[in-house]
């Protein structure tokens, strides 16, 4: 594969060897459309965006600004690639208060959660490593382990989640060395892994010696049901990591998550992420632990899950009223996104640029599977719109699918 290269805009392109991942990393013709899903004027149930309305836009200013007037260079310095101590401080207090419990030693700040999941993939797979994901998953995740060129093999999914019953017979074929899971709320499904599952999964990993990346961006986001333990809490043998982000809960745009796990990972993944980027922002990390030192962040989890649980509640009321016979969708107790499959015969890519034309957008399925596409699976986002234009864009994509 070869990148067009110019020094200038007038000078003729030089073609360039890229590395052979690249190969492997393919824009896909559905990403092209959802450019176009960006207009003002389209009803755009496709990105993962949280409802910037909720973001505390006036705390993290008044945060920055106490950062600037009482610790302005050591803000815009260099520092350590754990991350700022205050705020480890903060997580491992926050963990504690959902039964898990870590040292400061146990936390690596990082640049959200996507570079959790780029450094456990790094410090875990040399190409040809196997790592096993559910299907359909998650898919930056996809990605980034393509990106390393590890072998993804998958297991099914249901309502419960993961199908951990699966993961006897795959170990039997191959040697895993990585699970990736989104444990609760997934993307794309919105499906949550049911207790029983939950211990199942650490059993799993605990006899084969296998690690879990635990992908929890969205645990503090239920709006219905009693939270289950985290994987990473039933585990007593190290082989779970668990990544959290701040970007779901206060804004994305700060760049802030963390990773948790055995000592000896957190170790490893700070030794890559020196190499990847040094640290994480300074000024971000200590405004947000200001932040959180006064800012009543669990009355913004209660006012964010409400305000979710009524967007999703109008999605499936909407769903039920206007989607046409043989439509079928998840009901998620949280998080920001459920999955539809469409009526028998119909495939999400064919039917977006008619929707588009009729000024609504989703995502088609296709893409979150590792295998066996199921093309009548799209994937739709209730946070980022209020009930109204939900049950606005719901009728025009039951009209769409109606026409077919
Ligand atoms: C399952 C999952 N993991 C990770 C991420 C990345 O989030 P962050 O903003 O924390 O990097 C997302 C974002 O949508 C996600 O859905």
């Not at 009803?43 to 973001?55: H, V």
């Amino acid at each position: 594969m070869t990148l067009a290269a110019t020094t200038h805009l007038n000078t003729p392109a030089v073609s360039l060897p890229l590395a052979q991942r690249m190969s492997r990393m393919k824009t896909s013709a559905v990403r092209e459309i959802l450019k176009v899903a960006e207009r003002p004027d389209i009803l755009s149930f496709a990105g993962g965006l949280p409802a910037p309305e909720l973001f505390p836009v006036e705390a993290i200013a008044q945060a920055h600004a106490e950062v600037f007037a009482h610790e302005g260079p050591a803000a815009l310095q260099y520092s350590t690639t754990e991350g700022y101590g205050p705020l480890r401080e903060w997580i491992c207090a926050h963990l504690a208060e959902r039964g898990l419990s870590a040292t400061i030693d146990q936390v690596i700040i990082t640049a959200g959660s996507q570079q959790g999941i780029d450094l456990v993939a790094k410090v875990m797979l040399d190409p040809g490593d196997v790592v096993v994901v559910e299907n359909p998953s998650y898919l930056a995740a996809l990605q980034n382990f393509d990106g390393y060129q590890a072998r993804i093999e998958y297991v099914g999914s249901d309502d419960e989640g993961m199908r951990v019953d699966e993961l006897e017979a795959l170990a039997t074929r191959c040697r895993p060395k990585l699970i990736y899971i989104v444990p609760n709320f997934h993307n794309p499904k919105g499906t949550t892994l049911s207790l029983e599952r939950r211990h199942a999964l650490v059993r799993f990993a605990q006899k084969h010696r296998v690690l879990i990346l635990e992908d929890n961006p969205y645990g503090e986001l239920r709006f219905r049901g009693e939270a289950l333990p985290s994987l990473a809490s039933l585990d007593d043998m190290g082989v779970v990591v668990q990544l959290g982000t701040f970007s779901k809960t206060l804004a994305p745009g700060l760049r802030l998550g963390w990773a948790v796990g055995s000592r000896e990972l957190t170790r490893s993944l700070t030794i890559v992420k020196q190499s990847t980027d040094l640290h994480t922002g300074t000024l971000a990390q200590r405004a947000t632990a200001r932040l959180l030192a006064k800012f009543d962040y669990d009355a913004h989890l209660t006012r964010l899950r409400a305000v979710y649980g009524q967007r999703c509640q109008a999605m499936l009321d909407s769903l039920e009223a206007h989607m046409p016979e043989g439509t079928r969708w998840t009901r998620p107790d949280g998080g920001m996104f459920l999955w539809a499959e469409l009526p028998r015969g119909m495939r999400g890519e064919d039917i977006l640029p008619r929707a588009i034309e009729q000024k609504v957008a989703f995502v088609p399925g296709s893409p979150f599977f590792a295998a066996h596409p199921k093309a009548q699976c799209i994937r739709l986002n209730y946070s980022n719109r209020p009930p109204e234009l939900i049950d606005e864009g719901m009728r025009r994509l039951a009209s769409v699918l109606a026409a077919q």
